[in-house]
């Protein structure tokens, strides 16, 4: 299980699940905005500081971090 917290100006800030590249066998379980708990589907957008609970395998964890994290000015 892997916690992200969404970053103002990151490539997916905005963008809904199914327009996110996530590498392959990841889940995202459950997402966080402001106190409540939101059960996402292919249509949910991500807001700046929502925190999302993921599954993935220990290999693509660091892939997954890496595309969460990237910069839009980039």
């Known amino acids: 299980m892997v ?6 100006n ?6 809904t699940l199914m327009e996110i ?6 889940l995202v379980n459950a997402i ?6 939101i059960t996402p589907s ?3 957008a991500l807001k700046e500081n ?3 609970y993921m599954m993935t395998s220990k290999k693509n964890e660091k892939q997954l971090m ?5 910069n839009a000015d980039d």
């Open 42 to 44: 292919g249509e949910t």
């Open 66 to 70: 890496k595309l969460l994290s990237e």
């Open 50 to 52: 929502d925190i999302l």
């Open 32 to 37: 966080i905005r402001d106190e409540d708990l």
């Open 10 to 15: 990151t490539l997916v800030e905005g963008k």
């Open 21 to 26: 590249d996530f590498p392959k066998g990841v």
């Open 3 to 8: 916690e992200y917290q969404v970053k103002k």
